[in-house]
């Protein structure tokens, strides 16, 4: 057990899926994980493990924003031994070519700042997917036709924004979409040297002002999941 997680060590596995909603994590895991176990729900904060075509993986809820991921992030990697993280969540498309429902692999993502601003100090550090997960990521959208875009992504500090022009630099500088958590998740993957990416669904339009229907969510949240846990497990038939 960990402060956050409750899991005996052994229960998590070296892949880890990680949705910000713990509600995801249960319905990804119910969906398309067999002999699952719920192993932490502390907080609410809910995690199960199980197997996806003989391969064991755990999803486990990251909460929104870098702080409560790097919590988590941190204690997986650190007691428990996790290797391959990949978030799978929604983001706010920045660009007209970016359409509702359609996947965002964030190849880098650009920061006001991280939680870990506090070591990097001055630096700008760049943080970056795992290429072997980007491409096999690909790979798995290309062969499901599911319209995807490889790009930068944006990982704010703030869903509510008070600070329209830093969109707009985003949006003029190819920014595919906004989300609050890859940043630092790329971050905590480089510096304990695991592997990291984000797999994103656009969920709302920045520049147009659409959402994505709740009844159709699911849908979409599906195929991303499946997107992930290709990227992780390519030879899995
Ligand atoms: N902003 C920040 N995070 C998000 C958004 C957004 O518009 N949509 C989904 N996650």
Redesign the pocket.
């Given at each position: 057990m960990t402060i956050h997680i409750g899991a005996e060590k052994g229960e998590i596995a070296e892949t880890v899926l990680l949705p910000g909603d713990p509600y995801r994590a249960k319905w990804a895991a119910e969906t398309f994980l067999s002999d699952v176990k719920q192993i932490n729900n502390v907080r609410g904060m809910l995690g199960f493990t199980g197997f996806w075509k003989g391969n064991r993986v755990t999803i486990q809820g990251s909460g929104m924003g870098m702080p409560s991921l790097s919590i988590y992030v941190n204690e997986l990697i650190r007691d428990y031994g996790a290797k391959t993280l990949i978030r799978i969540?929604?983001?706010?498309a920045m660009q007209d070519s970016v359409k509702i429902r359609d996947v965002i692999l964030a190849m880098t993502s650009t920061t006001l700042s991280t939680p870990s601003r506090g070591i990097l100090r001055e630096l700008n550090f760049a943080p970056c997917a795992d290429w072997s997960l980007l491409q096999a990521a690909a790979d798995a959208a290309q062969a499901k036709g599911t319209p995807t875009h490889i790009g930068g992504i944006y990982s704010?500090d703030?869903?509510y924004?008070e600070r329209p022009d830093l969109n707009e630099q985003m949006v003029r500088h190819g920014i595919l979409?906004?989300?609050?958590e890859a940043a630092e998740l790329y971050i905590l993957a480089a510096r304990h040297k695991c592997r990291a990416l984000a797999v994103l669904t656009v969920?709302?339009h920045?520049l147009t002002g659409e959402a994505l229907p709740s009844d159709e969510r699911e849908q979409s949240f599906g195929d991303m999941v499946e997107i992930a846990l290709r990227a992780a497990f390519p030879d899995a038939d």
């Open positions: 969540g929604s983001c706010g704010s703030v869903f924004d979409g906004v989300e609050m969920s709302d920045l």
